[in-house]
Nanobody, 116 residues
């Protein structure tokens, strides 16, 4: 049974920072790419950042402000968010994609609200 549990969301003022964590249970973490998505009200879910064993990728809208990282020993992925803007307000989800698979495991999401 694979479970992903996000934490670290909350309310922050514009310009502030938050760090999201995604703890993975099960044995898939080290063999998976990890991704962070977000979904704002009335909008489609969008990919924010992704990390494999050797690469990271970011959406243009967050490049230079967000940093994705992973700790395989702790089965945890992180999303460090800085210089937050009101338009970053969304529910943030982490996902695990086992290498070689198209299946994606999802967490339950964590709310991030950025006030102006």
């Amino acid at each position: 049974q694979v479970q992903l549990v996000e934490s670290g969301g909350g309310l922050v003022q514009a310009g502030g920072s938050l760090r999201l964590s995604c703890l993975a249970s099960g044995s898939i973490f080290s063999g998976s790419a990890m991704e962070w998505y977000r979904q704002a009200p009335g909008k489609q879910r969008e990919l924010v950042a992704a990390i494999t064993s050797s690469n990271t990728n970011y959406a243009h809208s967050v490049k230079g402000r967000f940093t994705i990282s992973r700790d395989n020993a702790e089965n945890t992925a992180y999303l460090q968010m800085s210089s937050l803007k009101p338009e970053d307000t969304a529910v943030y989800y982490c996902a695990a994609v086992p290498y070689g698979s198209t299946w994606r495991y999802w967490g339950q999401g964590t709310q991030v609200t950025v006030s102006s």
